[in-house]
C-alpha cells in the first residue's frame, strides 16, 4: 500500500467520522438585569459563560440535520432551541452552541446527547442531560445538576447554597461547596470535597461514596449504599447522634464505641452512640459494603 492510498483513507477516515456545520450564527440580544436563560439542544456541546456585560452573545455552528435555531425573548425570560429536520439526529449531527450570558442570570440548560459546561454563571442553574457530562461553577445560587448517562462534576466557590445533583451511569464529584447537599448515583461513586456543607444526603446503588474535609462541626449527614463502601470524614468538634448499620461488612470507627454484631450467628454489624452534646446528626447504612468514619 503507497503512501497516497494511505493519506486517501485517513482523509475519507476524518471526512466520515467528523460532523459537518451546515451553518454558523452570530447574534448579540441586548438585555435589562439578569436574565432567564433557556437553551435547548439534542446533541453536540453547550458551553455557558458568564459575562460582565448585559447581553446575550451566541455563537452556534448548526449540524447539517439542524433545521435552525430559534431565539425567543418575553420578558426577561431569553429561549435559544436548536430544531431538528424531522426531530430526527444521528451522531453526526452534532450542534456546537457557545452563549455568553450576564454572570448573574438564571440558567436552565437541556441536553439529549451533549456535553454541558457552565463557567462564571452565579444565578440558579438547572441543568440536564440524557447521555453526555455536565461541568458546572457554583457560586451559592441554587443548583441541580443531573446526566443519564455521563459524569457530573461541581466546583463551588464557598457560598452558602443548595444543590441536588446526580447521574444513572456515571460519576458524581463536588468540591467547594457549603450549605445542603443531595448528591446520587445508580452505577458510580460519590465523591464530595473540600467543602463545609451543614446537611447532606448521599446515595449510591452500585459505587462508594466519600465524603472528606467537607463538613461543618454540627453537620447532619445521611448516606445509603446498596453494593458500595462509605467513607466520612467528620470535622473537629462534631457533637451529636451517630447511628450506622451494614448487612454484609465491616464498620471502622476512628472514635467512640466499637461496633456490633446484630446477630450472634448471622451477618449484619451495628454502631449506635453520642458524640459530646450536639445537634450533629449521622446516619449511614449499607447492604453489601464496608464503612469508615473518622474525626479530623
Not at 110 to 133: H, K, N, P, W
Request: glycine share 12%; aromatic share 4%.
Amino acid at each position: 500500500m503507497n503512501k497516497k492510498t494511505i493519506c486517501l483513507m485517513v482523509l475519507s477516515a476524518i471526512l466520515v467520522t467528523s460532523p459537518a456545520y451546515a451553518e454558523t450564527i452570530k447574534r448579540t440580544l441586548e438585555v435589562d438585569g439578569t436574565p432567564d436563560v433557556h437553551i435547548i439542544n439534542a446533541i453536540g456541546d453547550i458551553i455557558v459563560e458568564g459575562g460582565a456585560s448585559e447581553r446575550i452573545e451566541i455563537d452556534a455552528k448548526l449540524s447539517d440535520s439542524a433545521e435552525r435555531m430559534d431565539v425567543k425573548e418575553r420578558g426577561d425570560r431569553v429561549t435559544i432551541e436548536v430544531i431538528y429536520k424531522g426531530k430526527r439526529w444521528t451522531s453526526r449531527s452534532s450542534t456546537k452552541l457557545y452563549v455568553r450570558v450576564p454572570q448573574g442570570s438564571n440558567l436552565k440548560v437541556e441536553a439529549i446527547s451533549a456535553d454541558v459546561m457552565v463557567e462564571a454563571v452565579r444565578g440558579e442553574l438547572s441543568l440536564a442531560s440524557v447521555s453526555g457530562d455536565v461541568t458546572a461553577d457554583s457560586y451559592g445560587g441554587r443548583v441541580d445538576a443531573s446526566t443519564t448517562s455521563g459524569d457530573v462534576r461541581l466546583i463551588g466557590d464557598g457560598s452558602m447554597g443548595g444543590t441536588t445533583i446526580g447521574s444513572t451511569s456515571g460519576d458524581v464529584t463536588a468540591t467547594g461547596l457549603a450549605g445542603w447537599l443531595k448528591a446520587n448515583s445508580v452505577s458510580g461513586d460519590v465523591i464530595v470535597r473540600d467543602s463545609e456543607l451543614e446537611r447532606v444526603s448521599l446515595g449510591a446503588v452500585s459505587g462508594d461514596l466519600t465524603l472528606n474535609d467537607s463538613l461543618v462541626p454540627l453537620a447532619d449527614i445521611e448516606a445509603e449504599a446498596v453494593s458500595g463502601d462509605v467513607g466520612i470524614m467528620l470535622a473537629k468538634g462534631f457533637a451529636g447522634r451517630v447511628d450506622v448499620d451494614t448487612l454484609n461488612g465491616d464498620i471502622n470507627n476512628c472514635f467512640g464505641p466499637k461496633a456490633q454484631r446484630t446477630s450472634r450467628y448471622g451477618p449484619g454489624r451495628t454502631l449506635n452512640f453520642e458524640q459530646g452534646d450536639g445537634d450533629g446528626r449521622v446516619e449511614i447504612d449499607t447492604v453489601s459494603g464496608d464503612v469508615k468514619l473518622c474525626i479530623d
